[in-house]
T-cell receptor, first 116, second 114 residues
Framework: GAGVSQSPRYKVAKRGQDVALRCDPI?????LFWYQQALGQGPEFLTY????????KSGLPSDRFFAERPEGSVSTLKIQRTQQEDSAVYLC??????????????FGPGTRLTVL | KQEVTQIPAALSVPEGENLVLNCSFT??????LQWFRQDPGKGLTSLLL?????REQTSGRLNASLDKSSGRSTLYIAASQPGDSATYLC?????????????FGQGTILTVHP
């Protein structure tokens, strides 16, 4: 597709439910990032993939959060036993390169998760 | 830990005014700084990117400056229009990360009224 897509766009979960959020990056993009944006805040880094390898998961807030990118393209962020504090917009971004060179990240529209 | 702060948190101006948004960061070892725009319910749109060796970048009515030594950047918007209403975010890439992870400020909510 022309840009990064995410699904679902909105998700309402009852506390304790598991959820799975999907990101389709731009075709051929090597790098994929997940960010969490709480209401009224800027996005915060969760995790980074270079192809299928998860090189950094230091931002994942707890072991209830799990991300994968098994074939180096689509990525899924899974949250187990959701809590109210997990309510946020989850943004996915991809970029064509790996490494420290200027590397513009293209962001998807996000998934708004509300945990009741 | 790198901290990025944006001032003001919200700004409301009449159409036509020139305005300045501020961004400060605590760790000056940055690779570059980027300004984004976020519209409600949408993702981030990149506006301007300034490399650490640069002092400013311009695009249309937008001008971003960077003073790395003092840890500051400003986004100047000339002749504001109602369509400029959005949340503006600044973000930095640290030299010590090898893959371009972004550290964001909390954003400035801009409202331009006719």
């Amino acid at each position: 597709g022309a840009g990064v897509s995410q699904s679902p766009r909105y998700k309402v979960a009852k506390r304790g439910q598991d959820v799975a959020l999907r990101c389709d990056p731009i075709s051929g993009h090597v790098s994929l990032f997940w960010y969490q944006q709480a209401l009224g805040q800027g996005p915060e880094f969760l995790t980074y993939f270079q192809n299928e390898a998860q090189l950094d998961k230091s931002g994942l807030p707890s072991d209830r959060f799990f991300a994968e990118r098994p074939e180096g393209s689509v990525s899924t962020l899974k949250i187990q036993r959701t809590q109210q504090e997990d309510s946020a917009v989850y943004l996915c971004a991809s970029s064509s390169l790996a490494g420290i060179a200027y590397n513009e990240q293209f962001f998807g529209p996000g998934t708004r998760l509300t945990v009741l | 830990k790198q901290e990025v702060t944006q001032i003001p948190a919200a700004l409301s101006v009449p159409e036509g005014e020139n305005l300045v948004l501020n961004c400060s960061f605590t760790d000056s070892a940055i690779y570059n700084l980027q300004w984004f725009r976020q519209d409600p319910g949408k993702g981030l749109t990149s506006l301007l990117l300034i490399q650490s060796s640069q002092r400013e970048q311009t695009s249309g009515r937008l001008n971003a400056s960077l003073d790395k030594s003092s840890g500051r950047s400003t986004l100047y918007i000339a002749a504001s229009q109602p369509g400029d209403s959005a949340t503006y975010l600044c973000a930095v890439r640290l030299v010590r990360t090898s893959y371009g992870k972004l550290t964001f400020g909390q954003g400035t909510i801009l409202t331009v009224h006719p």
